[in-house]
């Protein structure tokens, strides 16, 4: 999700919630403590150098049960983090610490912000000798021509 993305749900909404991959939800009493941009520069496995940028979202929940972010007021932190840091519109990163931090992308369902699992990949596959993942069929869609049936005497 971008965030433009975002600051359009964030218009139509009258509170916040984010869900885990799990489907438990964030306690709502949770705070966005930090709105930034991280960019990565860094060399893949191949040799190429890349640039990454992405907005970062750190959710954390304290004991502060009375508290409650609401729409409005993510709107506010978000804009003012535009203006103030020069941020695009770029996707969406959310860390979150559930045991350790967790960095997830983010989606919507119409409802909750859904914070989604994010991979490792390698970028630079044809640099590293990993082979290109062969597509699967399915044996009953593969013809042959040399079909041996029942009463045809080839057995």
């Excluded at 009493?29 to 190429?48: Q, R, S």
């Excluded at 941020?87 to 992308?105: M, N, P, S």
């Amino acid at each position: 999700m971008k965030l433009s993305e975002i600051k359009n749900k964030l218009s139509q909404l009258e509170k916040i919630s984010f869900q885990l991959p799990n489907g438990k939800l964030v306690p709502n009493h949770f705070h966005i403590t930090e709105v930034g941009k991280i960019t990565k520069h860094f060399i893949d496995c191949g040799g190429t150098v890349r640039n990454e940028e992405v907005v970062n979202f750190q959710l954390w929940n304290a004991n502060d049960y009375d508290h409650r972010l609401h729409p409005e007021k993510l709107l506010h932190i978000i804009e003012l983090s535009e203006k103030v840091l020069g941020i695009e519109d770029l996707e969406i990163e959310v860390e979150y610490q559930a045991g350790t931090i967790g960095k997830f992308g983010l989606d919507f369902d119409g409802t909750h912000f859904l914070l989604t699992s994010k991979q490792t990949d390698c970028l630079a596959k044809d640099q590293c000798g990993i082979p290109a993942e062969k597509s699967k069929k399915k044996l009953s869609e593969l013809q042959s021509t040399n079909a041996c049936t029942p009463g045809s005497g080839c057995c």
